[in-house]
């Protein structure tokens, strides 16, 4: 599984998160990019050995790492029958993803705090931190029926869909 450390610690460290500036970031890290959304002047989607990423957003943008993924449909002939296993074995790989953050270079300016850092979005399982005015959130995912369950990790400002302390969404 690829480490991506180095990317989340120069992209926290923007003073703000770009397109234009994490697109050099993951440039300058030996990510390919491969896919630019005519609108936008960086490449949204980016590739290194067998991770994705997809700078998402116009700015402040969202930076989302898939660093492990399974295809329902190939995993099993029946992926209703079998889609908690495939949750469990995601999950299962969440633990080590979480100790490399927190034990490596990033790990003593993690913050944990007691609020959803989730920005409304629906994970399986997962952890999160704030790291300076960002959010750093690795979790499972499956968005729906199609997609791929995905382990990811996710870093973009701190203010984009916090919830405040009526639990009203920002």
């Known amino acids: ?5 180095a990317e989340l610690g120069q992209l926290s ?16 890290s030996g990510w390919e990019g491969e896919r630019r959304n005519p609108a936008k002047e960086w ?11 997809w700078i998402q957003g116009d700015g402040p943008v969202e930076v989302e790492f898939t660093l492990w993924y399974r295809e ?15 949750y469990e074995a995601a999950s ?47 979790g499972v995912k499956h968005d729906d029926t199609e997609t791929p369950v995905q382990l990811v990790v996710v870093v973009r400002e701190y203010s984009a869909g916090e919830q405040n302390d009526e639990g009203e969404w920002l």
Do not use: C, F, N
């Open 92 to 138: 299962a790989e969440l633990p080590r993803v979480v100790a490399q953050l927190e034990s490596g270079a990033l790990g003593a300016r993690l913050e944990t705090v007691d609020e959803d850092l989730t920005g409304g979005a629906d994970y399986i399982d997962h952890t999160a931190w704030r790291i300076s005015d960002k959010v750093l959130l690795a």
């Open 72 to 86: 329902v449909e190939d995993e099993w002939p029946d992926p209703d029958t079998y889609i908690d296993d495939l």
């Open 43 to 53: 490449a949204t989607t980016w590739r290194r050995d067998d991770a994705h990423a």
């Open 1 to 5: 599984m690829v480490d991506v450390s």
């Open 13 to 28: 460290e923007l003073d703000e998160l770009t397109g234009p500036a994490a697109a050099a970031v993951l440039d300058a």
